[in-house]
């Protein structure tokens, strides 16, 4: 007895400072989104610049389209190491798999940077991208979580802002960087020196509230990888991962292969794929803002499914358009622009309903669940256009073919995914429906939607 006591007396304990240290981070929602904001500016930068450089790591390497390709896939690997960390997150908590990210990080990149081949390079960055793809997942979840109602789409708004302006900053230094003859390799030297921001971000991420009331609970114990596909999430998850697979593939295609088209086969200079590039991203940022207020006024569900759709229509233009039209420029930055904007309007309706639809249990690893779906498809892309480059006549149809992709993808969103505007977050992800059906309390079973069904036991 007084050993149960005192177990419980240790619980109340934690449990009130964790409250305590809540309280203050709560108070000051700008800090939650300050941190995530630098570490997604790091991220952002980091992972963009394999695509940045892609031309120049070519021609170090000796690689061409095809054995580029074929490397890009191999990259794709790392997402199973961010779904292992997705799934820690959800154990050991957000804040402790961010600030280990963090630190770890800059240790690859610098590997990168020295890598006397592709085999060494690609192990770097695939290490690099796991570890920033599983602090993401965090960071993510983190906004859902600590963030009141009415600000969590603008959360998501500040977080995908973050990562893309960190993605234009290496488009700025290249051209320089070239001018002044130096290697590409130097654009990884501050990631390289990202272990700096671990003090600032510390100082501002905060105790998860949601995930230590789940820890509390015992239902992040509980909880298993597996349980994003229990009857109560699964047609969550399924539409989820089928969205991920098709906006790979396109997103995969069109992203990753933007600088090399630019520069490698339209002829463009590195300057002025560059300023094409910075343009479309500019005003692409304009998505984020817009994103968060349709997502607040009309939905989650209607931004990704109408917005999301029209925009890969801009990315087929993109890849249609040069040798057709009398300002191909012109084109190209109109195009680019378009889609820009639409993914970023998209972006933000996706991940506020993403981070919304599960539990603190499974909000990570669910999110990891994504990654490592993006993982397999983006290597299943880059396979299939080496492999298509030749029969379908050239990598501009290949992408323009993958392009289109997009479309489905944003109608399933649209038909399946439930609408989670205006709920509290234990509303949205079914919190209570999921307590009780992991402690066993009740003989109630609950469909997809949240809807109580009634369930006779044998």
């Not at 090399?260 to 803002?289: E, K, R």
Request: charge should be positive; include cysteine.
């Amino acid at each position: 007895m007084n050993l149960r006591i005192k177990e419980r007396a240790k619980k109340i304990a934690a449990h009130a400072d964790s409250a305590q240290a809540n309280q203050s981070a709560r108070s000051q929602p700008l800090a939650v989104v300050g941190a995530i904001v630098i570490l997604l500016l790091y991220q952002g930068y980091t992972l963009s610049i394999v695509g940045v450089a892609s031309p120049w790591i070519a021609k170090s390497f000796d690689l061409d389209e095809a054995r580029l390709a074929l490397m890009f896939a191999w990259m794709g690997t790392s997402a199973l190491g961010s779904l292992i960390l997705a799934r820690l997150a959800d154990r050991v908590g957000r804040r402790r798999i961010i600030l280990g990210s963090i630190l770890l990080a800059p240790l690859f990149t610098a590997g990168a940077a020295l890598a006397p081949n592709a085999r060494i390079f690609a192990a770097c960055e695939i290490v690099v991208s796991a570890l920033l793809g599983g602090s993401v997942s965090s960071a993510i979840a983190l906004l859902a979580e600590e963030l009141p109602v009415k600000q969590r789409a603008r959360g998501q708004a500040a977080a995908a802002f973050a990562s893309a302006l960190g993605g234009v900053l290496g488009y700025l230094i290249v051209p320089f960087l070239l001018a002044w003859g130096y290697s590409w390799r130097w654009l990884l030297a501050p990631s390289a020196a990202g272990w700096l921001l671990a003090i600032p971000v510390a100082a501002m991420l905060p105790y998860e509230s949601h995930w230590s009331r789940a820890k509390l609970s015992g239902s992040a114990r509980k909880s298993h990888i597996y349980d994003v596909f229990h009857p109560l999430y699964r047609r969550r998850a399924i539409t989820l991962l089928t969205c991920a697979a098709l906006d790979t593939i396109a997103g995969t295609a069109v992203n990753g292969w933007l600088y090399f088209q630019a520069i490698a086969i339209l002829g463009l200079s590195p300057f002025a794929a560059s300023t094409l590039v910075v343009t479309g991203m500019g005003v692409g940022m304009l998505g984020f803002p817009i994103g968060a207020w349709t997502s607040e006024q009309f939905g989650r569900v209607p931004t990704v499914g109408y917005v999301g759709g029209a925009a890969w229509l801009g990315a087929f233009a993109f890849y249609w358009g040069p040798g057709r039209v009398t300002w191909p420029m012109m084109w190209l930055v109109s195009a680019y622009c378009w889609f820009k904007v639409g993914s970023g309007v998209m972006t933000v309706g996706a991940n506020s309903a993403a981070t919304e639809l599960f539990p603190a249990a499974l909000r990570t690893t669910m999110i990891g669940w994504q990654g490592i779906t993006a993982a397999a498809f983006s290597m299943l892309a880059q396979i299939l256009i080496a492999a298509l480059i030749g029969p379908l006549g050239g990598l501009a149809r290949v992408i323009r073919y993958f392009a289109l992709l997009g479309i489905p993808s944003a109608i399933i969103f649209g038909v399946f995914i439930d609408e989670t505007r205006g709920l509290t977050l234990e509303e949205a992800a079914l919190e209570d429906q999921w307590n009780e059906l992991r402690h066993g309390t009740g003989p109630a079973a609950y469909a997809p939607t949240g809807k109580r069904v009634e369930h006779r036991r044998g």
